[in-house]
């Protein structure tokens, strides 16, 4: 109870949330990077699952591959990419090993959502002369939407819980405070930044839950 309370004490103390290294400065440099990072994923894995899904060719290939890389850390393609050119990019080694990691659950979630639409809805666009551009973003998207949202917020909540990876490669976020306490050895100030971490992704889950209660009834079919 003591360490909770210290870190309670912490977190509550105004000197630890203004300038740049406190709490207001950290958590919004782990929210642009977030923000980023599901950015930049989006525009990578949900155009390639939606034109497979529509297609229904590869796609089980590109799930396939994209599920490999969950098998690998992210910690370890951190430090990798650390020893490639990559490395001299400031915030890029961890954009990308942070974009890689948030691939899978999207395009995963964005491909079956694709393949789950009713074959017979699909035919009936196409049998009214609907062009397969016009099938896909009318007709499968709409009926998609709520897998592919769902994969957007698993990836989103991963993604703030493993962004803390940043402050290993001398970047910002969260992950500084956490290991400022271990170079510190000041173990309140460590559960403090795991305290914020687990809070910022609970608020982000939370997010999400209220944009799908808020969200029209075709958008909060099951996922």
Known sequence: MTTLADAWHWLTDPAHWSGDNGIAHRLLQHLVLTVVCLVVSCLIALPVALVLGHL???????????????AVPTFAVLVLLLLTPVGRWGEGPTVVALVLFAVPPLLTNAYVGMREVDRDVVRAARGMGMTGRQTLLRVELPLALPL????????????????????????????????????????????????????????????????????????????
């Open 56 to 70: 229904g060719r590869g796609g089980a290939l590109a799930v396939n591959l994209s599920n490999i890389g969950r």
């Open 148 to 223: 592919v949202m769902n994969g957007v917020r698993i990836a989103a909540v991963q993604l703030v819980a493993t962004a803390t990876i940043a402050a290993l490669a001398g970047g910002g976020g969260l992950g500084r405070i956490i290991t400022a306490g271990f170079n510190l050895a000041s173990t309140p100030q460590v559960v403090a930044g795991a305290v914020l971490v687990a809070v910022f992704a609970l608020v982000v889950e939370a997010v999400f839950e209220t944009v799908e209660r808020l969200a029209p009834r075709w958008a909060r079919a099951a996922r």
